[in-house]
Every structure is written in structure tokens, then in C-alpha cells.
């Protein structure tokens, strides 16, 4: 079973940056799919980045970065030059699968986060 904590959210103004944390707990962490996901109010979930591909949305590519700590269990995301459009809850995902099909689909994903709330003002 594996169990996931976001941290880092807040209220930042545009132009600004927050890193966000996901935590794990649980065995063989290294080897899970994980991903960064987003809700904003009256929205679908939405897929923003997901390691070990880096793969990005075109919405963050070039303005977010994924990375991971195995020796942590955690997987980060780097947020910078933010725009109030990317205020939403963001979620950690993982899956103990590696394979590219569905990846950008929150059905994907057996584990989830509870979401840190992301707010970024004008």
C-alpha cells in the first residue's frame, strides 16, 4: 500500500515560484509511475508532469519542473514564473505501473495524494 503527502502550497503572486513535495510511504517507491495532477474549481482534473518520463502539460513545459529523491521517497515539483491560471489543487499520483498508455489520465493512477491548495494572484 502506498500512501502520499503533498506539501508546499500557498498564496504567491504572479511571477513567483513554489516547490511542491510529495512524500511516499511505502515499499519500492523508485520503481512507481508518479505524477503531478491539478483541479481548479468547476474542472476536470488536469495532468501537469509526470517522472520517471518528464513528461509535461504544454500549459507548464518549460516553466515546471519534476524531479525525484528515491534516497527520500519524494517527488517534487518546481514551480516558477507562476500565473494565476495555474491556481488549482494539486495532486500527487502513483502507479506501480511504468508504462506510457493513459499516462496523462487521472484513472490511471491507484494512489493519490490529498491535494495542497495552489493560489497565485494578479
Known amino acids: 500500500q502506498m500512501q502520499l503527502v503533498e506539501s508546499g502550497g500557498g498564496l504567491v503572486q504572479a511571477g513567483s515560484s513554489l516547490r511542491l513535495s510529495c512524500a511516499a510511504s511505502g515499499r519500492g517507491f523508485n520503481t512507481y509511475l508518479v505524477a503531478w495532477f491539478r483541479q481548479a474549481p468547476g474542472k476536470e482534473r488536469e495532468f501537469v508532469a509526470a517522472e520517471p518520463y518528464t513528461i509535461y502539460s504544454d500549459s507548464v513545459e518549460g516553466r515546471f519542473t519534476i524531479s525525484r529523491d528515491n534516497t527520500k521517497n519524494t517527488v517534487s515539483l518546481q514551480m516558477n514564473s507562476l500565473k494565476p491560471e495555474d491556481t488549482a489543487v494539486y495532486y500527487c499520483?502513483?502507479?506501480?505501473?511504468?508504462?506510457?498508455?493513459?499516462?496523462?489520465?487521472?484513472?490511471?493512477?491507484?494512489?493519490w495524494g490529498q491535494g495542497t491548495q495552489v493560489t497565485v494572484s494578479s
Open positions: 499520483a502513483a502507479d506501480l505501473r511504468l508504462t506510457l498508455a493513459g499516462l496523462k489520465g487521472p484513472g490511471r493512477y491507484a494512489y
